[in-house]
């Protein structure tokens, strides 16, 4: 009698591991993911999981995990990240490069697209109208990035109290978010190696759920691959060569046009944002706000509204917003350049030095992601600055609400509060009404991000075609 026939379990079949996978296969695969990476980093991840570990099986859900964990350790949105170190692994630095690359490939075109559209006619009613109904939704979804976070992190009173102080800092004082960031990673890095229990806090968006694929299923392994085994002149070489792509063009415009030059300013501006964005796109866009709107004069505040729902309309990291930073601040300034061409150079620059880093990170460290993992202080570092970043998204949120929902606002100083203030005689009953909807439609009703950006600016333009807003 057979084991099956007496009624036993029968041992699970092992699959057969996927044949090997050519660059150009896996380049059609990552145009896919590239096209359809909507729906923010959580959104991004998780369908990256279907498709490369359920789907193609090109990687294990422990593996996958594994370096989902070690992007979370670093600045710059996490997504985009990890994608180029699963082409790097499977391909080498070629590999890295074109999984990396085309994840913000059709963003960077749809944002400049959408930014010389804005600039050409944005001041034709109907388009003022549709940017009007996409910033309702921005904020409910900014909202929902605080309730999705901080349902993960704050999971102590400790990170609480950091959330509130991180949240005081930036909103009434106006400490600069790159500070906060360093305090906080200070207080966690202390905390863990002291090993104290409120600094071991998980994180990470969910990656999806069903039943799992072994590494040892899947096209890379659980072998380590000989690329991963790296020298220190490799090292060394790899760090100048991409270092060399980030800092130079950097260094020539400050020598060239001086440090006062809007290029210049955008260019040192964006990087220092590379290698403090810690949390995501919602954690560094407080602090882009703040400054391109009132250390730079970039853009005004409705304008930054404006970018951030292109971003959250079009395929690629939400990050990408920057770039739309980076064009208006040229466009307003170009000096002896067209100002669309100014636009134009000022948006790409913002992208190139945003995103080279995150080549760099993953090409450099990678190699050496079993030491971070399972580091206490370094774990306790990453806990105590998610818990920040909880509070800096809570001040993008009020600060979004302000100037979404109020026509009118004035600044208010007094000691080392300074924030702006809303005029109450001031509120937009429509605006107020719309963002009231998306709120609940997405907090309650748990509506997807593009039908409620699709509702809102339906509505806002139905409102303009009816005579109710200007």
């Keep these: 009698m ?73 600045p710059g949105p996490e997504a985009q990240q990890l994608a180029t170190y699963i082409g790097w692994l499977m391909h080498r630095t070629k590999g890295g490069i074109i999984a990396g690359g085309l994840f913000i490939l059709p963003g960077v075109l749809s944002i400049m697209a959408l930014s010389w559209i804005y600039v050409l006619f944005g001041k034709v009613g109907i388009v003022t109208a549709l940017f009007f109904g996409l910033k309702a939704a921005v904020l409910a979804i900014v909202l929902q990035a605080v309730v999705r976070i901080s349902s993960r992190a704050l999971k102590n009173r400790v990170m609480l109290a950091i959330a509130a102080i991180a949240f005081v800092l930036i909103f009434f004082a106006r400490v600069p978010f790159p500070a ?84 210049s300013q955008i260019a040192t501006f964006f990087s220092t944002m590379a290698m403090v964005t810690f949390g995501g796109a919602y954690a560094v866009l407080a602090y882009v706000a703040q400054e391109g709107v009132q250390s730079y004069h970039w853009l005004q505040p409705g304008e930054m509204l404006d970018g951030l729902g292109m971003a959250e309309t079009t395929p690629g990291p939400l990050i990408m917003v920057l770039q739309f930073v980076g064009f208006m601040g040229a466009y307003r300034t170009p000096g002896m350049l067209p100002p669309l061409l100014a636009g134009t150079l000022g948006g790409l620059l913002a992208t190139w030095v945003t995103f080279i880093p995150c080549f760099l990170w993953i090409f450099l460290g990678a190699p050496f992601i079993e030491r971070l993992r399972g580091n206490a202080a370094v774990a306790g570092a990453l806990s105590a600055i998610t818990a920040a970043v909880v509070g800096v998204i809570l001040n993008l949120a009020i600060w979004f609400a302000v100037h979404t929902i109020f026509r009118t606002v004035r600044p208010f100083a007094a000691g080392p509060l300074r924030f702006d203030l809303p005029i109450a005689s001031s509120v937009d009953l429509w605006a107020l009404s719309l963002s009231a909807a998306a709120i609940v439609a997405v907090l309650r009703f748990r509506v997807g991000t593009i039908p409620v950006l699709a509702a809102t600016s339906a509505a806002g333009i139905a409102l303009y075609l009816v005579g109710l807003t200007g």
């Design 2 to 74: 057979s084991a099956a026939q007496a009624g036993a379990t029968p041992p699970a079949a092992v699959r057969p591991r996927p044949a090997e996978v050519s660059v150009g296969e896996a380049f059609l695969v990552w145009l896919r993911i590239a096209a359809l990476s909507f729906g923010g980093p959580a959104g991004q991840i998780a369908m990256m999981h279907k498709v490369l570990v359920e789907e193609k099986r090109w990687i294990g859900e422990h593996r996958f995990l594994h370096a989902l964990n070690y992007c979370m350790l670093l």
């Design 180 to 263: 906060i960031v360093l305090a906080a990673g200070l207080i966690g890095w202390l905390g863990g190696r002291a090993g104290l229990a409120v600094f071991r806090v998980g994180g990470g968006h969910g990656a999806g759920k069903g039943a799992i694929v072994e590494d040892s299923e899947t096209l890379l392994g659980e072998e380590l691959p000989a690329h991963a085994r790296m020298s220190k002149a490799q090292a060394f070489r790899i760090a100048g060569i991409w270092l060399a792509l980030w800092l130079v063009p950097v260094v020539i415009l400050l020598l060239w046009l001086g440090p006062v030059n809007v290029f």
